[in-house]
């Protein structure tokens, strides 16, 4: 299925090389959106949300298709893959994805654990003079323009092995995770063992046993239905899942000055809405999860300390995974030490 999907795709894609003719005719820049999550997800919502603006304010000489739901990729790292060969030209990847591309291991700030309180911490500092100097390095060594994050959620952890009282309920357990090594360290210092599976095959993995539980955020257990292959989560909220925008420079450079102008007028309302859209769905996930029947635990402060104490080494002695001056000026931006 997922042949014939990738071989229709190029078809269209050949198809779209040839330039729209006529007397007159302004010319219509295609702009392909891929995604791995599905259309009730608020990325994709997001999505539709972009290509809908962005389609009004170009009077349609800027057209949008979406390609959602694995159809064009299996994970993350493919989709920013996709934008950099310009086969798609507009994705979104979690800033360790980011950092594997451009080799820009900066963008590993976001991984340590418990170092955002919220996402009013995250936006800060996306949206500040450090996030406009991550976005140069990448475009300059990648040909990626990104613009801005939101945050999928923050992570939780859920197994079928019981209750997930302390970081003891995880003992020996292989969680899987992303392949961040900050996120894989955090499960480390829980005492389970981190376990990478590609996204578009943790369903298969869970069912299998593969794996023994995941570390992702409460909306995509939602999303993705995890909640089948799961029974016990607990709220860890460790780190984000923290999403960056991203568009193929050369695409973008591509366009005239009065397309760049509603590109460029579209991000912030997009940004806006996405942002919007993850902190409604992150509200209602938990209680539709407990609706499906799963036992979710929420700690205390108290308890949650105990998590919080277990991975405080992480900021500190491994501060060079993403580099002692940035993880001291976002510390310093959000005043901690």
Same mark, same amino acid.
């Not at 990847?93 to 995250?122: C, H, M, R, W």
């Not at 869970?206 to 794996?211: E, I, L």
């Not at 960056?244 to 050369?250: D, G, L, S, T, Y």
């Not at 973008?252 to 309302?269: E, G, I, Q, R």
């Given at each position: 299925?997922?042949? &014939?999907?990738?071989?229709? /795709?190029?078809?269209?894609? +050949? +198809?779209?090389?040839?330039?729209?003719?006529?007397?007159? *005719?302004?010319?219509?820049?295609?702009?392909?959106?891929?995604? +791995?999550?599905?259309?009730?997800?608020?990325?994709?919502?997001?999505?539709?949300? /972009?290509?809908?603006?962005?389609?009004?304010?170009?009077?349609?000489? !800027?057209?949008?298709?979406?390609?959602?739901?694995?159809?064009?990729?299996?994970?993350?790292?493919?989709?920013?893959?996709?934008?950099? @060969?310009?086969?798609?030209?507009?994705?979104?990847?979690?800033?360790?994805? +980011?950092?594997?591309?451009?080799?820009?291991?900066?963008?590993?700030?976001?991984? #340590?654990?418990?170092?955002?309180?919220?996402?009013?911490?995250?936006?800060?500092?996306?949206?500040?003079?450090?996030? @406009?100097?991550?976005?140069?390095?990448?475009?300059? &060594?990648?040909?990626?323009?990104?613009?801005?994050?939101?945050?999928?959620?923050?992570?939780?952890?859920?197994?079928?092995?019981?209750?997930?009282?302390?970081?003891?309920?995880?003992?020996?357990?292989? !969680?899987?995770?992303?392949?961040?090594?900050?996120?894989?360290?955090?499960?480390?210092? /829980?005492?389970?063992?981190?376990?990478?599976?590609?996204?578009?095959?943790?369903?298969?993995?869970?069912?299998?046993?593969?794996?023994?539980?995941?570390?992702?955020?409460?909306?995509?257990?939602?999303?993705?239905?995890? #909640?089948?292959?799961? &029974?016990?989560?607990?709220?860890?909220?460790?780190?984000? !899942?923290?999403?960056?925008?991203?568009?193929?420079? $050369?695409? #973008?450079?591509?366009?005239? *000055?009065?397309?760049? $102008?509603?590109?460029?007028?579209?991000?912030?309302?997009?940004?806006?809405?996405?942002?919007?859209?993850?902190?409604? #769905? @992150?509200?209602?996930?938990?209680? $539709?999860?407990?609706?499906?029947?799963?036992?979710?635990?929420?700690?205390?402060?108290?308890?949650?300390?105990?998590?919080?104490?277990?991975?405080?080494?992480?900021?500190?002695? $491994?501060?060079?995974?993403?580099?002692?001056?940035?993880?001291? &000026?976002?510390?310093?931006?959000?005043?901690?030490?």
């Amino acid at each position: 299925m997922r042949n &014939k999907a990738v071989a229709c /795709f190029a078809l269209a894609l +050949l +198809l779209l090389s040839f330039p729209a003719s006529g007397h007159g *005719a302004e010319k219509v820049y295609e702009l392909r959106m891929t995604h +791995l999550t599905t259309t009730m997800d608020p990325i994709h919502l997001g999505y539709d949300f /972009f290509k809908r603006t962005i389609e009004e304010k170009s009077n349609g000489r !800027i057209k949008v298709t979406i390609f959602p739901n694995k159809q064009l990729s299996n994970s993350d790292n493919e989709n920013a893959e996709k934008v950099q @060969q310009n086969i798609v030209q507009m994705s979104s990847a979690p800033t360790s994805s +980011l950092a594997a591309i451009g080799k820009i291991n900066e963008y590993k700030v976001f991984d #340590y654990a418990f170092l955002f309180a919220n996402n009013q911490e995250l936006y800060k500092v996306i949206d500040s003079e450090i996030g @406009q100097e991550l976005s140069a390095m990448l475009e300059k &060594k990648t040909g990626i323009k990104t613009f801005g994050g939101f945050n999928l959620g923050w992570c939780v952890i859920s197994t079928n092995k019981g209750p997930i009282e302390s970081p003891a309920s995880l003992k020996g357990l292989k !969680i899987r995770t992303m392949n961040a090594d900050l996120m894989m360290e955090a499960i480390r210092a /829980f005492g389970a063992n981190p376990t990478i599976v590609n996204y578009g095959e943790l369903f298969t993995a869970c069912q299998q046993g593969t794996v023994d539980g995941i570390m992702t955020s409460s909306t995509l257990y939602v999303s993705d239905r995890f #909640y089948e292959v799961q &029974k016990y989560m607990g709220c860890t909220n460790a780190m984000p !899942i923290f999403h960056i925008p991203m568009v193929n420079a $050369k695409w #973008y450079n591509s366009l005239p *000055a009065d397309l760049k $102008k509603a590109f460029d007028d579209t991000v912030p309302l997009y940004l806006e809405a996405v942002r919007q859209y993850e902190e409604d #769905y @992150q509200a209602a996930a938990l209680k $539709k999860l407990k609706e499906f029947g799963m036992e979710v635990k929420e700690y205390t402060p108290e308890e949650r300390q105990v998590f919080v104490d277990a991975a405080a080494y992480i900021s500190r002695d $491994k501060a060079d995974i993403a580099g002692k001056e940035i993880v001291a &000026k976002v510390k310093a931006m959000l005043g901690k030490q």
